[in-house]
């Protein structure tokens, strides 16, 4: 199983920017929930946001609730992270990861599977 983010960059305060997360598997993805966490040096992985097996559930943390929408495509073994209202303190390097009991939670621990990471930068 891989899981490959892509899309950050840098971004200036109130922009946006969308994640993707590609997961490559034989295994079926329908059956997981996914989310998307943050890290920033010296910090624990902050969860963001996580989405249900099939999309009918969605959970966010506080500060990202209202700014972030989590979505998925099934079809394309693919979730996304759409950021508006950039700012700041959302500068981190973000990771999808791939929970296989198909609960949406926001403890790293429960997730089984993560990507690489991509860095987004929020520039004032």
């Known amino acids: 199983v891989q899981l490959q983010a892509s899309g950050g960059g840098l971004v200036q305060v109130g922009g946006s920017l969308t994640l993707s997360c590609i997961v490559s598997?034989?295994?079926?993805?329908?059956?997981?929930?996914m989310g998307w966490f943050r890290q920033t040096p010296g910090k624990e992985r902050e969860f963001v946001a996580a989405i249900a097996r099939t999309a009918t559930y969605k959970y966010y943390g506080d500060s990202v609730q209202g700014r972030f929408t989590i979505s998925r495509d099934n079809a394309k073994k693919t979730v996304y992270l759409q950021m508006e209202h950039l700012k700041p303190e959302d500068t981190a390097v973000y990771y999808c990861?791939?929970?296989?009991?198909?609960?949406?939670?926001?403890?790293?621990?429960?997730?089984?599977?993560w990507g690489q990471g991509t860095l987004v930068t929020v520039s004032s």
């Open positions: 598997t034989d295994a079926s993805f329908n059956a997981w929930s």
């Open positions: 990861g791939a929970d296989l009991t198909g609960h949406i939670t926001a403890e790293p621990r429960a997730y089984t599977y």
